[in-house]
């Protein structure tokens, strides 16, 4: 209708932005769901659309099956606000108003997941707040949602906002496999995990760390070469401890069990995060490192009343960019675009002088 100013989700174009952003595609494709077992309405799927009502009329008539057809329900767009990045605090509190937590589309994501992993740190951190304790604040490498949120606090948005995975720098530690160990500890603390869930994962943890110190304690020797040579592995010219056999991309913790098996036996999900641990250990302990680098920035809080300007030799872009956003720390800070590393040295060197 030409009266749509704001930019749809990327992820869910309507009709009209897919003939437009997709020409070179002959067709696109509609799913006709029916809307429940006694109605005849039927939702077209993948033909959101607010064009003008005759229009949606036609176009729907244009496709052979649906030449009888009758719309009960229009599509429509939805434009809605948002609550812009340098008004929400990475607990999800508003800056302008005290005790007002927000999650979801109104901080400006699209998405189910993006909505509920706001909502449940919003009201950790409100309960938190009611109770006088320290806000729950997850870092970029500790989880997808400590991503999703340092991102929508300190990036311009100008669409929908949706988390991918790409968007993770950590991504060697933000595993499926070790969620659980990586977040327990905190879902218990804050009192939503109960202790037999959270003492489950710490017996995991347990098993996992006492196998990977018992495969480096353990050896094979060239005497087990028959049995490597049955399961197509090169023979070992000297012994090697288990963990540096289980590091061969050809080998698998079964070849383990049966060379030389855990006293007690473990779960496979402690298995499976024993052979992914063994397997991309330098990887892993690289990508530590790398966090432990910028942690030192992460930890380096800013006041809130900081005076930017009084920072000589900041360009203005930094400053006033710094100035809007607010950022608690200077790892915060070092991610807002428009604030280069220079700018972040020079940041550091003033917080250390005063
Ligand atoms: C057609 C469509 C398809 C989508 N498909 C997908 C999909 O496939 N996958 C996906 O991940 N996301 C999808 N999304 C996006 C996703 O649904 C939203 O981003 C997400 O549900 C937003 O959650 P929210 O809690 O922020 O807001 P909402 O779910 O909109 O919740 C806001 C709530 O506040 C209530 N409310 C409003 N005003 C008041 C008031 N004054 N007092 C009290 N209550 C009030 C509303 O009734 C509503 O229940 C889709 C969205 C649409 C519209």
Known sequence: TGLIEGIGPRYCPSIEDKVVRFAHKESHQLFLEPEGWHTTEVYVQGGNTSLPEDVQLAMLKSIPALREVEITRVGYAVEYDYVPPNQIRATLETKLIEGLFLAGQI??????????????????????????????????????????????????????YRLMTSRAEYRLLLRQDNADLRLSPLGYKVGLLDRARYEAVEKKRKAINEELERLEDTWLKPSENDRLSQWGLDPLEEGVNALQFLRRPETTYAMIEALVPSPQPLSPEAIQEVAVVAKYAGYIERQRREVERAKRLEERGIPDDFDYEAIVGMRKEAQEKLKRFRPATV??????????????????????RH
């Open 107 to 160: 901080n400006g994501t699209s998405g189910y997941e993006e909505a509920a992993a706001q909502g449940i740190i919003a009201g950790i951190n409100a309960a938190l707040a009611v109770r006088g304790e320290k806000p729950l604040i997850l870092r970029r490498d500790q989880a997808y949602i400590g991503v999703l949120i340092d991102d929508l606090v300190t990036k311009e948005i100008d669409e929908p």
């Open 331 to 352: 790892g915060q800070a070092s991610r807002i675009q428009g604030v280069n590393p220079a700018d972040i040295s020079v940041l550091l060197v003033y917080l250390g």
